[in-house]
């Protein structure tokens, strides 16, 4: 099977190439292909230059500096916080199984439902085609970069869901809303940096809104189309070149969620998702299981791989830039997300669900990002030679050798239908699911950014919820290429205001944790037994 | 000595299990507590703007459940001359029925016939159910 040009157009920005990209859809020869051409022409001129801002690369080197940007940051966290992340873990699990739950709290947001909701947005198409992306262009060295960006950007997840829950707004009504634009505002103020908290705070709010119709919706519509495609037939599929039927459906299914309130579509997407990601991971592990024998050697691919590239064209820099990369679009540790949804918990000290927020990229990248990663390694589909150990690099494709070419979802399809032949139908309900509950959470970010920019009320709500549910069936119709770098880079920029902020924000959570450590230990943190509001059975 | 306890598992429509607790309770010289559970797990998944609205839900559920079904039912045995409380709390009913019960030192349980034949009951069990194999106090199930 040929990859769609679609696919290509929407993966190939998120690697460096340009130009390549319109002759792509040109050749493509199609309708909607010259409607990605004339879109890209009109959009590219003016996104280009802050594209190229957000992606530059560091004088003399292939990093891209944002990526610098973000894990230098995720280190200094780990230091400056005393490796919380490796600390803190186990009092993390408590509060999440509730033992730090006062019974009074029953009804209540708990920091389990907090960390769930938090975890579906980010358990996506990211974790699925983007670890694909990261191992078939990076090599399995890639993975190693990821597993070491999951486990310092915990510490950036630390940092910006305690700030999260602490500067959180609580209305008259009852709701909570916080977040990245609600800590700029409110915390810089509080140490006198008034205008640059509010500059920052806009500046997140306009690349959040940006990142949600990309990133968080076009995106996941355009993979989940493709993976739809695979399993109804490939490009002899109806839907193959039908992007818009996709779209539609789930455009209109959005539509019912977000405008029309019927919540219950919503209700059910949220619980299958975990079902799914249980799913996905069982099937993950029975492969690495049946292959028991290659997990020593994919373990020696993936360490020896971060070192020396193990022949992709980067070496090792590609192997680090592409995990890296990768990593962060996954957990979107730094970029300021997750402490929108964070920020609603029940919870005395912030500090808290700070450490419970750590949680999620360890399960997002450093379990399910990896055990995609070794799947894909183990399952053979990237070609090696079997003379050198080195891996076949496909100058046209920019990647490693496939068969078929596969690239993205398609990738990971492949690598799970070569060990369980019927998986590829479940893992397409799993992309749809995962796409959906992605986009229903980023749709919730994108209208508290909207909101925050031009007033919370019912049309400006409207107005942004009406330009989403378009974006899905633009996402999953046509290749817009320089939109979707566009948006791309928006995610990424997300983290440039808000790492700067938790720059200046962070000894307030320094004295939070340390205060709330010292109660832990002098025992003036109440542990509470399990009641039956809290969930357990006194029967 | 302190009048005996009678706990009364209301769901807000079968009214039979308090009239019949009611009418018992005047017999015994016992005195009623009224338990109304808003089903509620800690680990259920909600929706981000689920979480955003969750503590205004809770507080107009709290509200509703308080001066729709619980209060008028008190008020009205309260001028019947009944010694009576009542409980309005979040969690799983048969768990928290159980646990009031504790709290109080009752002696008794009444609860309705499951009023719902959805499909949940025969997979889940229903309340009464629940409460017929967990209690350690007599129950009585009221049709």
Redesign the interface.
């Known amino acids: 099977m040929r990859v769609s040009g679609p696919l290509l157009s929407f993966f190939v920005p998120l690697f460096f190439a340009g130009p390549a990209l319109a002759q792509e859809a040109a050749e493509e020869g199609s309708g909607t292909a010259s409607v990605d051409a004339w879109v890209d022409s009109i959009v590219g001129p003016v996104t280009t230059p802050f594209v190229d801002f957000v992606f530059a690369q560091i004088p003399g080197t292939d990093l891209p500096w944002i990526v610098l940007w973000l894990i230098t940051a995720a280190a200094i966290f780990t230091v400056y916080f005393g490796f919380v992340q490796f600390r803190m873990v186990p009092h993390a699990i408590q509060l999440v199984r509730?033992h730090y739950?006062s019974p009074d709290a029953?009804?209540?947001?708990?920091h389990?439902?907090?960390l769930?909701?938090a975890v579906?947005?980010t358990v996506g198409l990211g974790n699925i085609a983007g670890v694909a992306v990261a191992v078939s262009v990076g090599g399995p060295g890639a993975t190693f970069w990821m597993i070491l960006s999951g486990l310092l950007g915990m510490a950036s997840k630390f940092t910006e869901c305690t700030l999260g829950v602490k500067y959180r707004t609580?209305y008259e009504?009852?709701?909570?809303?916080g977040g990245p634009m609600h800590y700029l505002k409110k915390g810089m103020a509080e140490i006198g940096h008034t205008t640059l908290g509010k500059v920052l705070a806009v500046c997140f709010a306009v690349c959040c809104v940006l990142a949600s119709w990309g990133g968080g919706n076009m995106f996941q519509a355009n993979q989940a189309h493709s993976q739809l495609v695979v399993i109804t037939g490939g490009d002899a599929s109806f839907l193959a070149d039908r992007g818009w039927i996709t779209g539609l459906v789930m455009a209109v299914v959005v539509f019912l969620v977000i405008v029309g309130g019927i919540?219950s579509i919503?209700?059910v997407t949220?619980?299958l998702?975990?079902f799914m990601g249980v799913l996905y991971l069982g099937a993950a592990l029975v492969v690495i299981i049946a292959n028991i024998d290659q997990l020593g050697a994919a373990f020696a691919e993936i360490f020896e791989g971060a070192f020396t590239g193990l022949g992709v064209a980067g070496g090792l820099i590609g192997a680090l830039i592409q995990g890296l990369r990768r990593a962060t679009f996954s957990n979107e540790a730094g970029i300021g997300s997750a402490a929108?949804?964070h920020s609603?918990?029940?919870t005395r000290h912030p500090v808290t669900e700070g450490f419970v927020s750590m949680l999620e990229p360890f399960i997002d990248t450093v379990i399910i990002c990896t055990a995609t990663a070794l799947v894909i390694t183990i399952s053979g589909v990237l070609q090696q030679d079997p003379a050198t150990g080195l891996y076949v690099w496909d100058e046209a494709a920019g990647q490693i050798a496939t068969a078929n070419d596969l690239s993205g979802v398609e990738l990971t399809s492949a690598a799970f239908g070569s060990r369980i032949t019927w998986f590829p139908y479940v893992l397409g309900l799993a992309v749809v699911l995962f796409a959906f509950s992605t986009m229903?959470?980023w749709s919730?970010?994108g209208v508290k950014a909207w909101c925050f920019l031009f007033g919370d009320n019912f049309v400006s709500e409207l107005i942004y919820k009406l330009l989403f549910c378009l974006f899905v069936i633009l996402g999953a119709a046509v290749s817009l290429g320089a939109v979707l770098d566009f948006s791309d880079a928006s995610l990424f920029a997300m983290g440039i205001f808000n790492i700067v902020g938790l720059y200046f924000l962070m000894p307030i959570v320094k004295r939070e944790m340390t205060s709330y450590i010292a109660k832990l230990r002098g025992g003036e943190i109440p542990k509470y037994a399990k009641?039956?509001?809290?969930?357990?059975?006194?029967? | 000595m302190a009048a005996e306890i009678f706990l009364v598992a209301y769901d807000g429509l079968d009214r039979n299990p308090v009239d019949y607790a009611a009418t018992r309770a005047k017999a015994n010289g016992a005195a009623l507590c009224l338990v109304h559970v808003l089903q509620w797990s800690p680990y259920a998944f909600l929706t981000p703007e689920e979480l955003e609205e969750r503590k205004m839900r809770r507080r107009q559920e709290l509200e509703r459940a308080k001066t729709a079904l619980v209060d008028p039912v008190v008020a009205e045995l309260q001028a019947a001359g009944l010694p009576i409380e009542s409980e309005i709390r979040f969690g799983s009913p048969t768990a928290v029925i159980l646990e009031v019960a504790a709290e109080k030192g009752a002696c008794q349980i009444f609860v309705g016939r499951s009023s719902k034949s959805g499909i949940e009951n025969k997979i889940f069990g229903s309340v009464t159910l629940g409460l017929a194999q967990a209690a350690t106090i007599p129950t009585v199930i009221v049709p």
């Open positions: 509730g739950t029953a009804g209540e947001v708990t389990f439902q907090a769930a909701t579906s947005g609580e009504d009852g709701r909570v809303s919540k919503a209700r949220e619980k998702v975990p929108i949804a609603a918990v029940q229903i959470s919730y970010y009641t039956a509001s809290a969930g357990g059975s006194v029967a």
